[in-house]
Nanobody, 115 residues
Framework: QAQLVESGGGLVQPGGSLRLSCVNS????????MAWYRQARGKQHDLVAT???????SYADSVKGRFTISRDNAKNTVYLQMNNLTPEDTAVYYC?????????WGQGTQVTVSS
């Protein structure tokens, strides 16, 4: 069973930046679209950003212009560069396939934006 391991989260002040990584134990080049999701406390998973094998990206309106998704198929890794963070970005961040959840959810990485 493929395993996803997210990392790079932490506590950051408003306006700060973080870079998240998601490593898949299996090759992701066979997954056309990978995505980052986030789950705030008490809420469902929300889609944050997607990226296809061809490099096409899409973003939730709330993160456009601040977040950048990328992927390195050779390293089976998906990244999320997050800039100008706000308290509303506080959540646990996960990666998975899109639109189908191709993998079991990983443990996620906690991002907390607070002064």
């Amino acid at each position: 069973q493929a395993q996803l391991v997210e990392s790079g989260g932490g506590l950051v002040q408003p306006g700060g930046s973080l870079r998240l990584s998601c490593v898949n134990s299996r090759r992701i080049k066979n997954v056309d679209t990978m995505a980052w999701y986030r789950q705030a406390r008490g809420k469902q998973h929300d889609l944050v950003a997607t990226i296809t094998n061809g490099g096409s990206t899409s973003y939730a309106d709330s993160v456009k212009g601040r977040f950048t998704i990328s992927r390195d198929n050779a390293k089976n890794t998906v990244y999320l560069q997050m800039n100008n963070l706000t308290p509303e970005d506080t959540a646990v961040y996960y990666c998975n396939g899109f639109p189908s959840l191709r993998f079991n959810w990983g443990q996620g990485t906690q991002v907390t934006v607070s002064s």
